[in-house]
Nanobody, 117 residues
Framework: EVQLVESGGGLVQAGGSLRLSCAASGFTFDDYATGWFRQAPGKEREGIAC???????YYADSVKGRFTISSDNAKNTVYLQMNSLKPEDTATYHC???????????WGQGTQVTVSS
């Protein structure tokens, strides 16, 4: 059974930083793409970062230059370093996995990120 468990969310002031973590299990971590999407109340889900199985990193324009995705394959963990946070980054952030980026079949329950102005 695929499991993805996020942690690291919280409340931060605008301009601050947070690092999200996602512990993965139930699949061969090296073979899958992993990534993050977010969803704010009343808004559509937004894919924001992906780490492909061959090491490629892809970002939504809204976070490019501010967020960085990385992984520790030995720990089956994917991270999202978020810098220069803005109030519009406020959302529930979900870790996701699939064979390829963006069309996620598996995701976790999410961690809340709130950025105050």
């Amino acid at each position: 059974e695929v499991q993805l468990v996020e942690s690291g969310g919280g409340l931060v002031q605008a301009g601050g930083s947070l690092r999200l973590s996602c512990a993965a299990s139930g699949f061969t971590f090296d073979d899958y793409a992993t990534g993050w999407f977010r969803q704010a109340p009343g808004k559509e889900r937004e894919g924001i970062a992906c780490l492909s199985s061959d090491g490629g990193k892809y970002y939504a324009d809204s976070v490019k230059g501010r967020f960085t995705i990385s992984s520790d394959n030995a720990k089956n963990t994917v991270y999202l370093q978020m810098n220069s946070l803005k109030p519009e980054d406020t959302a529930t952030y979900h870790c996701a996995a699939d064979w390829g980026c963006w069309e996620w079949d598996y995701w976790g329950q999410g961690t809340q990120v709130t950025v105050s102005s």
